[in-house]
């Protein structure tokens, strides 16, 4: 299976994920910051995102509508800092608009940069 690890990180949470799954799973990976990526041929894509004013960013929203028929399986990680205890709901609305089944949240209230280990340790085992 040829996956990618797509994502766009403004301040660099997402990158930490994405370079978590990356590594574990031996998928390529393409920053949206760098321009959008040709991903046919990939069977599965880890897309990630930030929350900026409710939304995901633009380069994710025009990947998504550009690829989401093409891509067998995309699984969806988010990470927000303000959504607090909305935040599984609020990923969960946005896979859904995605058409994406799959999608994890993280929740950083502490600091902008700061993954929980023990999550993501226990999402990218059921990746892999
Ligand atoms: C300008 C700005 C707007 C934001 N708006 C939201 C928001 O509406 N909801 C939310 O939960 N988090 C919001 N955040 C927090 C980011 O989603 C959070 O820091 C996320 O981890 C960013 O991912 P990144 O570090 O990969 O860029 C905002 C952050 C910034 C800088």
Redesign the pocket.
Known sequence: MKRAVVF????????VIADRIAEATGADKFDLADGAPDVSGYDWIHL????????PPKEVQDFVAANRDKIDRMSLFV?????GTR?DG?TRTLAKRFGIADAMY?D?PES??NVPESKLEEYISGLV
């Open positions: 766009s990180s403004k301040l660099g949470s997402v990158k990630g995102s930030g929350i900026y004013m409710g939304n990470a927000c800092t303000l959504c935040g609020m993280y950083k902008q940069v």
